[in-house]
């Protein structure tokens, strides 16, 4: 047994993944702002996203994705003993979306935590429930990332370095206890809070002295996803292999024994950036941010739902799962599928 296990760690059980119906293309955004096509293809990689078209939470995106991680594991939703729930937009300020999905779920009693790592989160989460399942507090556990960005984007041509890059989404994954080495085997987390402002949305705010939204704030777009993109670019590509490299030398594997990478949907040039510097042929990368974007917390498990989909991800494949995002975050799991 490599990796980090005292005890059997979390193995993947189901994967699930929903996306609203409404296609938003780049053509489609150049109603709004300046732009075009060719810019957010050259520049992300991202031909389209989805977007909600009426009032859906996080927690309700995810009820899908849920049901269909359960059908894949073959379980029954009163299997599940707890629910964490990865989001950097939650339905409301609080409670957390984890107690809403739970509502929506029909599982009263049961533990919600809600984590709040942006497109690390995902990992974070996923790192918790491998904890919980190794001390035997947990058998199934629910690990859910689901975002609604498309309520918090700036379409002016103020936003749109950040407005092309996002989509709404949810992914989930039923996690158990590891069975024949499969599952979590190292995961390595890291966060560098002196460039929490590189990528933020600065209000509503409570530390703000009379109150955490003004009509000044709004009228200053504080509501709105800022993001220093060359900062958060050139620290994703430095960041990003040096953890899954961490993270693999924690699993007791090297990368020449890697079948998928599957890293957290950024942007494609970054992708690209950080399997050339791992040496990684495209054909062990997956990608599927051209046709959904950037889906933070909801990324990876999507990802994962349609690499299975597309049969590149078999049982007993060795799989980096990777991010980076706002906080400064970044992590890396290695996992035997
Ligand atoms: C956002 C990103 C694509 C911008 O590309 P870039 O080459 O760095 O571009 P810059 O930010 O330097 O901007 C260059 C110009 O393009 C413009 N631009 C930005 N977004 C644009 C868009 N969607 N369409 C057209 N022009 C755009 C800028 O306004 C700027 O114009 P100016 O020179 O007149 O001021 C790039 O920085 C990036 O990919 N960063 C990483 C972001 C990321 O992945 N975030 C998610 C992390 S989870």
């Given at each position: 047994?490599?990796?980090?296990?005292?005890?059997?760690?979390?193995?993947?059980?189901?994967?699930?993944?929903?996306?609203?119906?409404?296609?938003?293309?780049?053509?489609?955004?150049?109603?709004?702002?300046e732009t075009s096509d060719a810019w957010i293809v050259e520049r992300t990689g991202i031909r389209a996203r989805r977007w909600i078209?009426?009032?859906?939470?996080?927690?309700?995106?995810?009820?899908?994705?849920?049901?269909?991680?359960?059908?894949?594991?073959?379980?029954?939703?009163?299997?599940?003993?707890?629910?964490?729930?990865?989001?950097?937009?939650?339905?409301?300020?609080?409670?957390?979306?984890?107690?809403?999905?739970?509502?929506?779920?029909?599982?009263?009693?049961?533990?919600?935590?809600?984590?709040?790592?942006?497109?690390?989160?995902?990992?974070?989460?996923?790192?918790?429930?491998?904890?919980?399942?190794?001390?035997?507090?947990?058998?199934?556990?629910?690990?859910?990332?689901?975002?609604?960005?498309?309520?918090?984007?700036?379409?002016?041509?103020?936003?749109?370095?950040?407005?092309?890059?996002?989509?709404?989404?949810?992914?989930?994954?039923?996690?158990?206890?590891?069975?024949?080495?499969?599952?979590?085997?190292?995961?390595?987390?890291?966060?560098?809070?002196?460039?929490?402002?590189?990528?933020?949305?600065?209000?509503?705010?409570?530390?703000?002295?009379?109150?955490?939204?003004?009509?000044?704030?709004?009228?200053?777009?504080?509501?709105?996803?800022?993001?220093?993109?060359?900062?958060?670019?050139?620290?994703?590509?430095?960041?990003?292999?040096?953890?899954?490299?961490?993270?693999?030398?924690?699993?007791?594997?090297?990368?020449?024994?890697?079948?998928?990478?599957?890293?957290?949907?950024?942007?494609?040039?970054?992708?690209?950036?950080?399997?050339?510097?791992?040496?990684?042929?495209?054909?062990?990368?997956?990608?599927?941010?051209?046709?959904?974007?950037?889906?933070?917390?909801?990324?990876?498990?999507?990802?994962?739902?349609?690499?299975?989909?597309?049969?590149?991800?078999?049982?007993?494949?060795?799989?980096?799962?990777?991010?980076?995002?706002?906080?400064?975050?970044?992590?890396?799991?290695?996992?035997?599928?």
């Open positions: 047994m490599g990796g980090d296990r005292a005890q059997p760690g979390a193995m993947i059980l189901g994967v699930g993944g929903n996306l609203p119906a409404r296609v938003v293309t780049n053509q489609d955004l150049t109603q709004w702002m078209s009426e009032d859906t939470g996080a927690s309700e995106l995810a009820v899908p994705a849920v049901k269909q991680a359960l059908e894949r594991a073959s379980a029954r939703l009163e299997d599940v003993e707890c629910i964490i729930f990865a989001t950097l937009s939650p339905d409301h300020h609080f409670p957390g979306s984890g107690c809403f999905l739970q509502q929506h779920l029909g599982l009263p009693g049961i533990p919600a935590l809600d984590v709040r790592n942006q497109c690390s989160g995902f990992l974070y989460g996923l790192s918790i429930a491998d904890a919980w399942i190794r001390l035997g507090q947990y058998r199934r556990v629910l690990l859910v990332g689901a975002e609604i960005h498309s309520t918090g984007l700036d379409l002016s041509t103020a936003g749109r370095d950040v407005t092309c890059l996002f989509g709404d989404g949810a992914g989930a994954l039923l996690l158990g206890p590891s069975e024949a080495g499969r599952g979590v085997l190292a995961t390595r987390l890291h966060a560098d809070g002196r460039y929490a402002k590189s990528l933020w949305i600065e209000a509503p705010n409570s530390r703000a002295v009379p109150a955490r939204l003004t009509h000044a704030m709004l009228d200053e777009g504080k509501h709105f996803t800022r993001m220093n993109g060359r900062h958060v670019f050139t620290m994703a590509v430095s960041r990003m292999p040096e953890v899954i490299h961490e993270a693999l030398s924690a699993s007791g594997h090297e990368l020449s024994e890697l079948a998928l990478f599957v890293p957290h949907q950024a942007n494609q040039r970054i992708t690209e950036a950080v399997a050339a510097q791992l040496g990684l042929p495209e054909e062990k990368v997956f990608s599927n941010i051209e046709t959904i974007g950037n889906t933070t917390a909801a990324s990876i498990p999507l990802a994962l739902r349609d690499a299975e989909d597309q049969g590149r991800l078999k049982r007993g494949d060795l799989v980096v799962l990777a991010s980076f995002g706002a906080g400064f975050t970044w992590a890396a799991s290695v996992v035997r599928w």
